[in-house]
């Protein structure tokens, strides 16, 4: 008799910072999962704090939408599932700031404003 594993079971893997960063260098845009639902996100800044992993990103669709109003939001790398890059470029948002108390010794890496 053959053992049938449940997927449910299995551990699924972290998402790797190393997709966000090379998001951040090429300026391209990211899909994944978070809460339940698909997300297409322009990553600005990957960072830790308190021991974890977190990406500021410009929400550019949510289930296949656009956002009602534009901003940054701030999400937790882990909450991220089936994290992959896309061919969708995009350019730095004005409402990116960067110089923030909380990246402070935390910085990972930052969108280059400068371009």
Known sequence: MTEMTST???????????????????????????????????PHAIYTRADEVYVDALTVEREGKPPKEEKIGTFKLAGLGGLRVTPRRFSVSPLYQGVDKRYEYTMLMEVDRTA
């Open 8 to 42: 449910i079971d299995r551990p699924t893997a972290a998402p790797s910072p190393a997709t966000i960063f090379e998001a951040i260098v090429k300026q391209v845009a990211v899909v994944a999962t978070y809460n339940r639902g698909e997300v297409t996100l322009a």
